[in-house]
């Protein structure tokens, strides 16, 4: 069974722009979520899709979306980046009778 | 937000020598706890978990002792070996939160050879 597959694993943008990450859950979960890895702040909750719906949010600017399709894979977006947005964006699925929440590998996003 | 703490952010422990990582939590509804290990480049791997109606749980070589009294969460590593080498974290939830994990900073272990 395949895991979480996050791409892309890195990703270099400016100031200003925006970036969009994807993530692919293991086959069967419903429930993606994301959260965002600094060695400042540690691993922090930004939001969770279930079946196509956001159902918890974290505490983070609008400038920080997503979406889940219906196959359940989901997109993040940052728009009008910051450098203090340069982390490891990790992606976490569960199947909707699992607690255990399994991560992707992350993408790391730089922002210069 | 939620408050998950450790008590040491790094650990270093012989070969062979049992290991023990501390969390303590500050939220006495959590209901569901996690630990997890973070290796280098590498995404978080659930370890074993354990609900707030328990207060052991055993895994393979790895033991989570809950203290709702105190707040208090440990993993215990038995025979700790190189390949434990990595960042531990502990994380809660609470009730009707879904996928929501509260993490705590991490303790980095180190097993000296």
């Known amino acids: 069974k395949a895991g979480v597959t996050q791409t892309p694993r890195y990703l270099i943008k400016t100031r200003g722009q925006q970036v969009t990450l994807s993530c692919s859950p293991i086959?069967?979960?419903?429930?993606v979520s994301w959260y965002q890895q600094t060695p400042g702040q540690g691993l922090q909750f930004l939001f969770e899709y279930f079946s196509e719906t956001q159902r918890n949010k974290g505490n983070f600017p609008g400038r920080f979306s997503g979406r889940q399709f219906s196959n359940s894979r989901s997109e993040m977006n940052v728009s009008t980046l910051e450098l203090g947005d340069s982390a490891l964006y990790l992606c976490?699925?569960?199947?909707?009778?699992?607690?255990?929440?399994?991560f992707g590998q992350g993408t790391r996003l730089t922002v210069v | 937000g939620e408050s998950v703490g450790l008590h040491l952010p790094t650990l270093s422990v012989q070969e062979g020598d049992n290991s023990i990582i501390n969390c303590a939590y500050s939220?006495?509804?959590?209901?569901?706890f996690i630990w997890y290990k973070q290796e280098s480049g590498k995404g978080p791997q659930f370890i074993i978990d354990i609900r707030s109606n328990m207060d052991k749980r055993q895994g393979q070589r790895v033991t989570v002792l809950l203290n709702k009294t105190v707040k208090h969460l440990s993993l215990q590593i038995a025979a700790t070996q190189p390949g434990d080498s990595a960042v531990y974290f502990c994380a809660e939830t609470l009730p009707n939160t879904g996928n929501q994990f509260y993490f705590g900073t991490g303790t980095s272990l180190t097993v000296i050879p």
């Open positions: 976490a699925s569960r199947s909707e009778m699992n607690t255990e929440a399994f």
């Open positions: 939220n006495s509804a959590s209901d569901y």
């Open positions: 086959s069967g979960h419903r429930s």
